[in-house]
């Protein structure tokens, strides 16, 4: 894993491939690049995963995946996700989440280094 101050985990059960695709575009549009890509997955049928990684080698960018065997809900999907970030910050995404303009990353780490939040939602 790489050391970085942003691990984005990207949770998914079931995964729509275009909104998973769109999703994963989003992020690889974003002019800040330095982020850790986590994509975790809730024990579906079809995770994508191969299609998820050959989309991003193509953009020359990696993520680590990690795999519940069988559905266990949201909120342990995350945790699985948490546990293996190296960030300092995490934001989560699922499919379907899009981040709309090519800063949000870069904006998102300025914000949680001038604020120092414990939590936040958006």
């Keep these: 894993m790489c050391q970085t101050l942003l691990s984005v985990i990207l949770v998914q059960y079931e995964p729509d491939w275009s909104k998973l695709e769109r999703t994963l575009l989003s992020l690889l549009a974003q002019d800040d690049q ?22 991003l080698a193509h953009h020359g960018k990696t993520a680590s995946f990690v795999l519940l065997p069988e559905n266990k809900g949201t909120v342990w999907n995350i945790w699985n996700a948490v546990s293996h970030c190296s960030g300092k910050w995490i934001y989560g995404i699922s499919p379907g989440d899009y981040l709309y303009d090519k800063g949000v990353i870069r904006w998102l780490k ?10 936040g939602f958006g």
């Design 110 to 119: 300025s914000v949680c280094a001038k604020d120092h939040p414990h939590a």
């Design 34 to 55: 330095n982020f850790e890509l986590i994509v975790a997955d809730d024990g579906s049928k079809v995770n994508h995963f191969a299609k998820t990684k050959s989309l």
